[in-house]
């Protein structure tokens, strides 16, 4: 059988030759998996709603040589409150890119894709909160592996109630082995709410009350923690922050 | 197989169009070779007075080759509409209509954070610096109907706010000739969104 089909979220298209695109899936079994759309630029194509950023479709696909081509799509959630917002949808782009960037086509993180749409959710049907974005990528860090030590420091194993974040040590560097290491510093207030946020629920992390300052300075170590996962190749991050500045100037 | 340096160099030339792999560059390049000398002379001259002639209009930004484009020199058209495209190919698309007799606004792409192009890298400066000066009544919103587009759309909304203008966006729903059991639900709905009285 040369059909197969999958359920997944749709992360990024690549526009290919007169209409065409090759469009990217985060898929329900963990993958990523890439297919052609013939047509699905043109504007009566049957293909191009669901074949559109963020959506959640089921896809059949037809494998032949090279990449497989769509032939059937049908959308299961288009998360139409999301594309409504701008601010959710800075957020929402930001969550397709970490798919794109993070997942490997055989990958098979099912947890990650539970996680990805688990928050797809929560933005469709609440407010977007800055901090519950930080909780959702450090909990996704998390699920990939990369889950960080904010109790012990992750050189000599002690205790810790400061220090620093050293990513590629495994997270939290205490002042006593910091000298053999660089990273950004962080104070037991920033280790307390970095453990809360890698245990709360999204809908838990919407209510939590966080100074300004402790805040910024967390999404600050969230941001580097995903600089250095990706290699420094997120682009959608820093108009997610665009679009929440010009928010801030609205209001 | 190794071909001559210069046809090896036209294909190269040829290769570098977009949507153009080595076999079709083959193809175009053997096609031009069979081509008539003056025919051929016509293709490569029609190529550099292309690109020698044509510029960017200072006010809209469309391609022209004449400074401003014979739109926004026309004293017949409209001044209190500005419609905002993304490339100059969607200007073309709307005249075809004959139904728009306001000025245009090509702002050269959309946002797009996956790609990294942001406002910044698009032709927004000179549509603010433009609505201060010509003060129009109404913006029209042409993007494309895809994430980008809204995304563009709704910044464009956003960063419009203070002027105090009108600013619409173009209708999106059910194509023309289709049939509505073939429609996906996204469309429709949109298309339920937008419904008006008759």
């Given at each position: 059988m040369r059909l197969e089909k999958h359920t997944g979220f749709?992360?990024?298209?690549?526009?290919?030759?007169?209409?065409?695109?090759?469009?990217?899936?985060f898929t329900s079994e963990g993958n990523l998996v890439k297919f052609i759309a013939k047509g699905s630029r043109k504007i009566k194509s049957r293909f191009a709603a669901s074949v559109q950023l963020f959506n959640l479709a089921e896809f059949v696909l037809y494998k032949s040589k090279g990449l497989p081509y769509l032939r059937q799509a049908a959308i299961i959630d288009s998360f139409a409150p999301v594309r409504r917002d701008w601010q959710k949808s800075g957020a929402a782009f930001a969550v397709a890119e970490l798919c794109r960037l993070l997942i490997g086509e055989e990958a098979g993180e099912q947890a990650v894709f539970r996680h990805v749409l688990a928050y797809m959710l929560h933005l469709r049907d609440r407010d977007y909160v800055p901090l519950t974005f930080d909780a959702f990528r450090w909990q996704l860090?998390?699920?990939l592996g990369y889950g960080m030590q904010t109790e012990r420091c992750a050189i000599c194993r002690q205790a810790a109630r400061s220090g620093c974040m050293d990513w590629s040590q495994g997270g939290l560097v205490c002042p006593r082995c910091r000298s053999r290491t660089g990273g950004v510093g962080v104070d037991v207030r920033h280790l307390a709410l970095l453990r809360t946020l890698s245990r709360c629920s999204f809908a838990e992390s919407d209510k939590l009350a966080v100074n300004g300052n402790l805040q910024r300075h967390c999404a600050r170590l969230v941001d580097d923690l995903i600089f250095w996962l990706t290699e420094g190749k997120t682009k959608a991050q820093a108009f997610r922050k665009l679009f929440e500045e010009l928010r801030c100037r609205s209001e | 197989m190794r071909y001559y340096d210069s046809l090896a160099?036209?294909?190269a030339q040829f290769q570098k169009l977009p949507g153009i792999g080595s076999k079709t560059a083959q193809r175009l390049a053997f096609y031009?070779?069979?081509?008539?000398?003056?025919?051929?002379?016509?293709?490569a001259a029609a190529l550099v007075e292309a690109r020698a002639k044509l510029l960017t209009c200072s006010v809209c930004g469309n391609m022209t080759d004449s400074d401003p484009c014979h739109i926004c020199s026309d004293p017949r058209r409209e001044r209190k509409y500005i419609c905002v495209v993304q490339e100059p190919r969607d200007v073309l698309a709307l005249e075809r209509t004959n139904e728009y007799r306001g000025q245009y606004h090509v702002l050269n792409g959309a946002i797009s954070p996956l790609d990294g192009i942001g406002p910044d890298e698009l032709n927004i400066k000179s549509l603010l610096a433009r609505i201060?000066?010509?003060?129009?009544?109404?913006i029209i919103v042409a993007t494309n109907p895809n994430v980008q587009g809204e995304a563009t759309a709704m910044y464009l909304a956003q960063i419009l706010k203070p002027f105090d203008i009108r600013v619409t966006?173009?209708?999106?729903g059910?194509?023309?000739?289709?049939?509505?059991e073939y429609a996906d639900e996204m469309t429709l709905a949109r298309a339920l969104e937008g419904r008006k009285k008759i």
């Open positions: 749709v992360v990024y298209g690549f526009p290919l030759g007169e209409a065409d695109q090759i469009v990217s899936c860090a998390a699920a | 160099r036209l294909i031009i070779l069979k081509m008539p000398e003056p025919e051929v002379r016509e293709f201060r000066q010509e003060k129009p009544e109404e966006r173009l209708a999106l059910l194509p023309v000739g289709g049939d509505l």
